[in-house]
């Protein structure tokens, strides 16, 4: 039960991030509703991938693939001027997909009785698959990879999981917000970890 | 049968359409070749991952291979001034490709009795699989996303097959020789969907 | 036993050629890991994809993470004066990686008793699978694709295996080094093979 809401949550919200980022890059109607499918659905391919269910599972969400059409055709008829800041939008489902997908990973790890460097590199390709196909298709450099901090909240849901802390469902279910919100004041306060330039091509 | 058949003509036409952008963009006779198989091979594995059948099925292909092989070969030989429009057989294979993987998989959806929204996202990303491959390695916008109509008629097979109008074999070769034809036309003359822009980057 | 080593060489060596382009490319320490936990696993997921061995397998490499991790906190904490030619450290870990996959897709594929075409494609697509996802999220032009020699020596390792020469763990190990060689004389002598051009965009 826990797992289905997570698995509706992060499809419908990379569908809607997406939708937001085709809609950025002046993709057509149909390219908006394409990108939104690939990212949701692409990302629950690399799920299914990485913890080993058959990935034709997911042609059986029919409902799924109709709420998302329909939540990304909300989002293209939404009007322009009561929502100004889509940048933002795009980040924030962006944000609930990595915590419901890194979840799940992390969840399948652990119930395998895989070891805890495992559970979190499980958190942190489950997690981070979707927005990379997205960024990738859009030809956009992938989020995981960009200055403000990602991958460490998926890494925070693998050591909540992987070490026992987080368990029962509501304790599921307050790791995924504070993962959101983890994920939200990092772009929005530009929080950055060290970095070290090996200023490649200056030899 | 039939299936075999858009099989061979999926995977030839995407191996055929990968050599002629490695050529486009100046790669060596070897880049040609990985390309050309990278696209046609990629896309089926797109295909099998995404229909349930085992990825590792495509190397029991040996006279595929073979034939794939030959097939790019005589593209890479073939005299300059008698074929001078590139880019429209690079498209025109293309849309063969798209036309044969996406009938596979809005066959394979209908045939394990999915809704018909899973048949249509079936047939998008099925049909797409092997071009996305090919444009991301070339460092190319994906052709599904390009403002000429293109997903369109991959969702058209998936209508056709999932609403039963196309059933024998007979109706599955016309319904690929329109969809070939739509997409021919859509890129010939241009023809656009609405889009809407949000001018993301200039608030 | 001589697969399980190929496995360890090929992971590690993708976890560090990732690590390097992540510091080429100024991420931060943790993009330095997920690039190279992503080139490494992801490069075992593609593997293990076209092997037909369940991609849920990686997880149980447990010692195997923490041997990346710990590889790639040393190479970043590596200092700079020491170690200047950062490129060709990245290049030569990469020319291991790709040998060692090589190798063992070619393996796989003689021992399914598959033909000598489909060995040879096995060997190309499973050695420079990580490698590809490396330079694609990097948004750089993949190596295989460049203009030194690459592919050509993973269809060496294909037809070595494929026409039964090397066979046995000693054979197998010498196949390695000379492939690692071959490639690092080809990146350093700028090796080129012919290649035509078809000016695509000038018509």
Do not use: C
Not at 1 to 11: D, H, L, P, R, Y
Not at 27 to 51: P, S
Not at 120 to 149: F, H, Q
């Amino acid at each position: 039960m826990t797992w289905e809401v997570f698995n509706v949550i992060g499809t419908i919200a990379f569908a809607i991030s997406g939708a937001i980022v085709a809609m950025e890059e002046e993709y057509d109607i149909l390219g908006v509703y394409i990108l939104g499918i690939v990212t949701a659905f692409g990302g629950g391919v690399v799920r299914n991938l990485l913890i080993g269910v058959p990935v034709s599972a997911i042609w059986e969400q029919g409902v799924l693939f109709q709420l998302a059409l329909f939540v990304m055709t909300a989002v293209f008829l939404f009007p322009n001027n009561v929502l100004k800041h889509w940048t933002k939008w795009g980040n924030f489902t962006d944000a609930i997909g990595l915590a419901a997908f890194a979840i799940q990973g992390a969840l399948y790890a652990t119930n395998m009785n895989h070891p805890l460097s495992a559970v979190i590199v499980a958190a942190v390709l489950t997690g981070s698959g979707g927005g990379i196909i997205r960024d990738v298709l859009a030809g956009r450099k992938p989020l995981v990879l960009r200055s403000e901090i990602y991958a460490a909240w998926a890494i925070l849901a693998g050591l909540a999981i992987g070490l026992g802390i987080a368990k029962s469902p509501i304790q599921l279910y307050v790791l995924f917000a504070i993962i959101v919100t983890f994920r939200v004041l990092s772009y929005t306060y530009k929080w950055r970890l060290p970095n070290r330039t090996l200023k490649a091509r200056s030899y």
